[in-house]
């Protein structure tokens, strides 16, 4: 799909692939990282096209819509440790409880 596309693009297009790997295993230190090194080749792609042409258009395309899948991830992956957190916190309130109520037989 990168043939024919510039160079910034498809290094940035594969850095889009491993970036959705890393947000569909929660490794959201690895996807900063990555989010971060694909920013600065789209920055250098920018500044040195003087026009976007079909090929390079289909790769930003394909950027995008892996952006969108791996916001969608990290999305889910916030989701899931908001759980986890809401049931630690469910389970030192019934441990209070319990201690409380324990203590006054």
Do not use: C, W
Not at 41 to 58: E, H, M, N, T, W
Request: positive net charge.
């Amino acid at each position: 799909m990168t043939f024919g596309a510039h160079p910034d693009l498809a290094a940035a297009v594969a850095l889009s692939r491993e970036l959705v790997e890393a947000a569909d295993q929660g490794q959201l230190d690895l996807v900063a990282e990555l989010d971060a090194r694909r920013l600065k080749l789209l920055k250098s792609f920018r500044l040195v096209a003087r026009q976007v042409g079909p090929a390079d258009r289909a790769v930003l395309q394909e950027i995008g819509k892996l952006n969108l899948r791996a916001l969608g991830l990290v999305e889910h992956q916030r989701r899931i440790k908001g759980r986890a957190m809401d049931m630690v916190a469910l389970g030192r309130r019934a441990i209070n409880a319990y201690a409380r109520n324990g203590h006054s037989r």
